[in-house]
């Protein structure tokens, strides 16, 4: 039977060289079959897609992501970029079957998938990835940018970028300026990034914008300042990009309690003032409102005029200083990632699920090897 406009097939070249239509699952109208195929679980796609070339060809098309959301088959796939943890014993630190290479890295890409609460190691990234790279998602890709080579501890302008609805990684054009510690996010479809420092450590206000649809950056205007270990979200409206304190070359660790959106529209940079939380909070956006995760409690910024007010409770047993955080599931929980603190913690780090509606946590334990310190995080829909 033939398939239905949009959904993939399978097909043959036949005598005469036509090609000759072979259905998905003999027996069964591709339409059906493709909401089948849309049910079989992410990590189990790589090898969904190795059976035939209709399969894989019907996995690719935007019939089979609206089958998934239809039959309420998404999940929630959470990326770290994340330090092996040295506790871990060496036997705990194997992956199993086809999850990764046979040795946990130094500094790597984790897997947590927060709907199955499943953990593996992507074997299909880079097998050196800068140390302190970051990353950002824009719909289901992922880029992994910047950072420090680890043989030379310089910045690098490193762009790899995973399709994660496929699993296949590619090398991405480089940033135009190396730099490690930076703002990074996405914003209106693309992935800023902004401030940071050189080779130098000296502190930088460039900045520009990477669309990972045409591999292109695109250099934008310097911001008014120089901002060091400056945190990247978007504005309210999820269009604009924002870049929130961070400190200049002269003043080391002395965080500015300011911010800077660009404007897409002016292609200039704005002031925010006041925004800024206490320099151990993490940022998120959530909803169009910008969080943070601070020492009492999870705070949410209602504006210059009104500050800021309590949304819900802090991380149970998450210590101070450490937490990063992203949003999932269209803004229904936020995932944020820590240290234990006590001595209960050991120097393991865990991850906390926040209930939006519910307002409740949910502390996870991961396996021994994914318990090392985060220094990015970005998430994706599949």
């Known amino acids: ?47 969904m897609r190795r059976v035939c070339r209709g399969w894989r060809s019907a996995a690719s098309t935007p019939a089979f992501a609206s089958a998934r959301a239809q039959a309420d088959a998404n999940e929630d796939i959470v990326y770290l970029m994340q ?34 609460g499943e ?15 970051q990353c950002a998602a824009v719909g289901t890709r992922l880029a992994v940018l910047g950072g420090w080579d680890p043989r030379t501890f310089e910045p690098v302008a490193d762009v790899h970028v995973l399709d994660a609805a496929t699993g296949r990684w590619r090398r991405g054009a480089p940033m135009r300026s190396a730099r490690s510690f930076f703002a990074c996010a996405e914003a209106g479809g693309k992935i800023y990034v902004a401030g940071g420092h050189d080779k130098h450590k000296n502190a930088l206000k460039t900045a520009e914008a990477y669309d990972p649809r045409a591999d292109a950056w695109d250099p934008l205007p310097d911001m008014s300042e120089e901002r060091d270990e400056c945190d990247g979200m978007a504005t309210v409206a999820g269009d604009r990009f924002l870049a929130v304190s961070g400190y200049r070359t002269a003043r080391q660790g002395g965080f500015e309690r300011d911010a800077e959106w660009f404007d897409p529209a002016a292609r200039a940079w704005r002031r925010l003032e006041r925004v800024r939380a206490p320099p151990s909070a993490a940022h998120v956006v959530v909803k169009g409102r910008v969080w943070c995760i601070e020492g009492n409690a999870v705070m949410e910024w209602m504006g210059t005029r009104r500050g800021w007010r309590e949304v819900g409770p802090y991380p149970p047993g998450l210590k101070a200083g450490t937490a990063r955080a992203v949003c999932v599931g269209g803004g ?20 906390w699920v926040f209930d939006v509606k519910s307002k409740s946590w949910t502390v996870v334990r991961p396996p021994p090897e994914f318990a090392g310190f985060v220094f990015s995080v970005a998430a994706v829909r599949i």
Not at 19 to 44: E, F, K
Not at 98 to 114: C, E, I, K, R, S
Not at 332 to 351: S, Y
């Open 1 to 47: 039977m033939r398939s239905p406009r949009g959904v993939g097939s399978g097909c043959y070249r036949g005598a005469g060289g036509q090609d000759q239509h072979v259905d998905l699952i003999p027996g069964i109208p591709d339409d059906v079959a493709v909401d089948c195929l849309a049910r079989v679980p992410h990590a189990s796609h790589r090898a």
């Open 83 to 116: 330090f092996g943890n040295p506790s871990a014993a060496a036997d705990d630190a194997e992956p199993k079957g086809d999850d990764g290479p046979a040795n946990t890295p130094a500094y790597g890409v984790a897997v947590y998938n927060v709907t199955t």
């Open 332 to 351: 229904e929980k936020v995932v944020v990632t820590g240290a234990l603190d006590g001595e209960e913690g050991g120097g393991r780090h865990a991850v």
């Open 119 to 133: 953990w593996r190691r992507d074997r299909g990234a880079p097998p050196v990835v800068p140390v302190f790279a």
